[in-house]
């Protein structure tokens, strides 16, 4: 079976930076797209980023553009979202995601439902 796993979730101050990663086990993710997403309380799960298989082409929603940044490490089956200059708006459980359709080219997509694998979420708290 398939597993993700995130850590490195915590709370930190508003302009503060936190680093998540998430483990995946039971897949090979070196053909697939991956995605960061989050869902703050009363709101819907939202896409935050997403990276194709070679880490090539990189996608973010317009919220946290330039102050995140995701990256993969196939070999180690990981992803990271490095977050930087954090707001409280930022906020939220935060997931990781696999697609398991093949990629083809351009972007990976950041709505929820393109993605087949999932963490359970890690708590990111900004305070002001």
């Known amino acids: 079976q398939v597993h993700l796993v995130e850590f490195g979730g915590g709370s930190v101050q508003t302009g503060g930076s936190l680093r998540v990663s998430c483990k995946v086990s039971g897949y090979n993710i070196g053909d697939n797209c991956v995605g960061w997403f989050r869902q703050a309380p009363g709101k819907e799960r939202e896409g935050v980023a997403a990276?194709?298989?070679?880490?090539?082409?990189?996608n973010y929603a317009d919220s946290v553009r330039v102050r995140f940044t995701i990256t993969r490490d196939n070999a180690d089956k990981m992803m990271f979202l490095q977050m930087d200059n954090l707001k409280p708006e930022d906020t939220g459980i935060y997931y990781c995601?696999?697609?398991?359709?093949?990629?083809?080219?351009?972007?990976?997509?950041?709505?929820?439902?393109?993605?087949?694998?999932w963490g359970q979420g890690t708590q990111i708290t900004v305070s002001s």
């Open positions: 995601a696999v697609k398991a359709e093949d990629y083809g080219v351009g972007f990976c997509p950041l709505g929820s439902y393109d993605y087949t694998y």
């Open positions: 990276l194709s298989p070679g880490g090539g082409v990189a």
